[in-house]
């Protein structure tokens, strides 16, 4: 199973040999087997790479992250319906009915809600809104009508944040970390549907017609926290989103976690989360395993 996740930041030209990704800087080449790689981050605007290189990454359904000037997420390249049986599962997709969907949708965000909280508590706030996203929890409907994970998310950013916090406000440090930490989940996350045969455009909830990836942006939901809990301890009290930020965040894919009554690191839980939900789908399971924020043991050494 592919684990490595590999971030070029300097000026580089990367080619393949012998099954190998070869990064030459100017000073030799660096060789990594492609067999290893689940992620390539390209970090600098100066790398060059060709367009046989992007159909090989492609097959071997290696996602590749690109970032702009600034550093931050701008474009993801990933393979394409690449698994066998991608009609079968496709067909599984579209022969659910909506009543499927919404019962899902409804377990999602109890499940990020209910990790949300936890959260709070993990950052020594869990206190103070703990009763009301608990019983925001309690009133989450099938399809989740009323709206009841926006309301979440609004009173656990502020509570966060201890203001009035604007996901999309540029001016706030958190964001540029928490960008970054949730385009590293979505491609993995994509870069999973993929090899699981699913089509990422048909979404639980997401139905927007120009986003390739609304499955994989409500699958993402519970995982968020996750991301949110790390990046927040790690930027409190920066003034700058740095490179070695990037590089940790990068590497939050290996972090560890126990999901399924087993440690693993958490590229290995995201591809067993979408392993079940594939599953699910296909009538092979009932229900999906949620990944719990409890069980999230972050950087240890060893699992």
Not at 105 to 119: D, F, L, Y
Not at 162 to 186: K, M, P, V
Not at 194 to 199: A, Q, S
Request: hydrophobic share 40%.
């Amino acid at each position: 199973m592919a684990y490595r996740i590999v971030m070029i930041e300097s000026e580089a030209s990367l080619a393949l040999k012998l099954n190998n990704l070869i990064v030459n800087k100017g000073e030799g080449d660096i060789w990594i087997p492609l067999d290893d790689i689940s992620v390539i981050v390209i970090d600098n605007l100066c790398i060059s790479l060709t367009a046989r290189m992007l159909s090989v990454l492609a097959e071997k359904n290696i996602a590749v992250f690109l970032t702009n000037q600034e550093h931050l997420p701008i474009g993801y390249f990933s393979s394409y319906d690449n698994h066998s049986r991608a009609f079968k599962v496709i067909g599984h997709q579209i022969s659910k009915d909506k009543s499927f969907y919404d019962s899902f949708w409804r377990q999602i965000v109890v499940s990020k809600i209910a990790n949300q909280r936890k959260a709070l508590r993990l950052i020594g706030k869990g206190d103070l809104v703990d009763k009301q996203l608990n019983d925001l929890s309690i009133n989450v409907t099938d399809g989740d009508l009323t709206n009841r994970e926006a309301h979440a998310a609004k009173l656990y950013f502020n509570t966060m944040m201890e203001c009035s916090f604007s996901r999309g406000n540029e001016d706030i440090l958190l964001n540029s970390g928490l960008d970054y930490a949730y385009a590293i989940i979505r491609a993995f996350i994509a870069r999973c549907c993929v090899g699981y045969g699913l089509n990422t455009q048909i979404g639980i909830h997401h139905k927007n017609e120009y986003n390739r990836f609304n499955l994989v942006d409500d699958l993402i939901e519970p995982i968020r926290p996750f991301a949110d809990v790390f990046v927040y301890k790690m930027m409190l009290g920066a003034d700058y989103f740095t490179r070695e930020h990037r590089r940790s965040i990068v590497n939050i894919l290996n972090h560890k976690v126990n999901y399924g009554l087993r440690d693993m690191y958490m590229c290995n839980m995201l591809e067993e989360y979408v392993e079940g939900y594939a599953a699910m789908v296909s009538g092979n399971r009932e229900s999906v395993i949620f990944p719990d924020i409890d069980e999230y043991l972050g950087e240890e050494d060893e699992i």
